[in-house]
């Protein structure tokens, strides 16, 4: 009988069957054991951890689909073959192969009886133990970090939000348009500026791909960026990386209403994907699933106005026009159970180009979303100054270079529109979904203020 297909590999290009030799039988992998009990496979992976007593030897063998137990019984191997499986070190690239048994004990429910071994590339003394390790010492490991289980968890779920994600603006229509990362402009504020060398010019590390995407606006009406970005910023905090990657739309004849309604959609769509599509990760990590289950529309949404007379009524001393820090916002997500939005800030809290509140023109047009448990901000979007002579006033009380932006200028100038968009830190959230208490493990190489390697 031929075993069923392995579903998580792709074809191969297909070679017309010889009458005389017997096809080899098709790699398998972890994943794909529940269609392979009774038969015999083979399987290349890594030695995760290796039990050894006198006459049974036991390899947890992780192919990056799972993880599977393999039985070695001394009395059926070869000396060779039981010598070479009960020394082989933490982390040694093997194949394995054996026969495959379901048994409901065995973690995975499936349980390879070994029948032989080839040592494909050998490791010894790995330097990350099962024992804790000080996070300095697992960051300078960091290429070798990303085999633990907790650290695959998290980067799984990272994946399925960028998956999920791409699906969700391809499916309402958003064309996704790539921004530059090597800049003339100053995207987002001039403190925090990574800057080089252009050919004797200056040039800065893309803060954000918002104002470049405005631009495709009048080409496409929905787009998005998705891509790294960067911020000199010297914040030693949970929730800071030197490098992280946002995903920005902008969305023509949409004002802040509609801006915050496509968060809310956004957010609840990554939410529910993680809850159907990572069961196994979210359990690994121990993450609490109702507190995900109540992610639902509608989100609560406070003015930033009201948000500080609720804190000061709770006893706090907070001065209107100061942007909200971390404490504040762990304070004001506490009120809720699931995201909320604080909008319309103080002018001089914010960024340049948002639009002018014209119901209280010392507020912009904005809004953060905070997320729950002290996760803090995850999502800031605005309306955009469509009007040319306040977009241009903006650039000159922030003091930033007027010629960098002429080009930004011309979408004022030519067919101005009503628009907006949000930019969404993908670090952040995964952190938050997972629940994980530092975003610096939800990347794979963190840049930090105090870290460029490896
Ligand atoms: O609020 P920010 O600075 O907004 C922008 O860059 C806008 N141009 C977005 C737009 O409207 N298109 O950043 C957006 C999000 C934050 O809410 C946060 O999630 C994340 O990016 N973020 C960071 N994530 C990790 N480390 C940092 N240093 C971050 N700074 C911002
Ligand atoms: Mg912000």
Not at 10 to 34: H, I, K, M, N, Y
Not at 98 to 124: F, K
Not at 160 to 184: C, K, M, N, S, W
Request: proline content about 8%.
């Amino acid at each position: 009988m031929t075993p069923p297909s392995d579903s998580t590999r792709p074809a191969g290009p297909s070679t017309p069957p010889s009458p005389e030799a017997d096809p080899p039988p098709p790699p398998a992998t972890v994943r794909a054991l529940p269609g392979h009990v009774g038969g015999e496979v083979a399987l290349s992976g890594w030695v995760q951890a290796l039990r050894v007593h006198a006459r049974v030897a036991f390899v947890m063998l992780r192919d990056g689909t799972g993880t599977v137990q393999c039985v070695a019984v001394r009395s059926q191997l070869s000396e060779e073959d039981w010598a070479l499986a009960t020394t082989l070190g933490q982390e040694a690239c093997v194949e394995i192969s054996g026969s495959v048994r379901a048994d409901a004990r065995a973690p995975g429910g499936h349980e390879l009886a070994l029948s032989g071994l080839r040592l494909i590339g050998p490791s010894e003394d790995f330097p990350i133990q099962r024992k804790e390790h000080g996070v300095e010492f697992l960051l300078d490991h960091r290429h070798l970090w990303l085999r633990s289980g907790i650290q695959r968890a998290g980067l799984r779920i990272r994946a399925e939000v960028e998956q999920a994600i791409h699906d969700f603006f391809y499916e309402r229509d958003f064309v996704r348009i790539d921004t530059p990362i090597l800049t003339g402009a100053i995207g987002e504020s001039a403190g925090t500026l990574f800057e080089t060398d252009y050919f004797g010019d200056p040039a800065f590390l893309a803060q954000t791909g918002q104002l470049y995407v405005e631009s495709a606006c009048p080409a496409f009406r929905k787009v998005y960026c998705f891509g790294p970005t960067f911020r000199a910023e010297k914040s030693k905090t949970r929730r800071h990386l030197t490098e992280f990657w946002m995903i920005e739309p902008e969305v023509a004849f949409a004002d802040s209403d509609d801006n915050m309604d496509l968060q809310e959609a956004l957010i609840c769509h990554l939410v529910a994907r993680v809850l159907e599509r990572c069961p196994t990760e979210l359990d690994l990590l121990k993450r609490d699933r109702a507190v995900l289950e109540k992610v639902r529309p509608p989100f609560p949404r406070i003015s930033y106005g009201e948000a500080v007379e609720r804190l000061n009524a709770g006893g706090r001393d907070f001065e209107w026009g100061r942007d909200l820090g971390a404490v504040e916002e762990t304070t004001i997500s506490s009120w809720y159970d699931r995201p909320v939005f604080v909008y319309n800030y103080p002018k001089e809290a914010k960024a340049f180009y948002m639009k002018e509140n014209p119901d209280d023109p010392r507020t912009v047009l904005c809004n953060d979303l905070l997320a729950p448990e002290g996760y803090g901000e995850i999502v800031g979007g605005s309306q955009r100054e469509d009007d040319l002579d306040r977009l241009q006033a903006r650039i000159r009380e922030e003091k930033l270079p007027e010629e960098a932006y002429g080009w930004y200028l011309d979408l004022r100038r030519y067919g101005t529109f009503p628009h907006s968009g949000f930019g969404l830190g993908l670090e952040r959230t995964v952190g938050w979904i997972a629940g994980r208490p530092h975003i610096r493990e939800l990347i794979p190489y963190p840049r930090l203020i105090n870290r460029l390697t490896p």
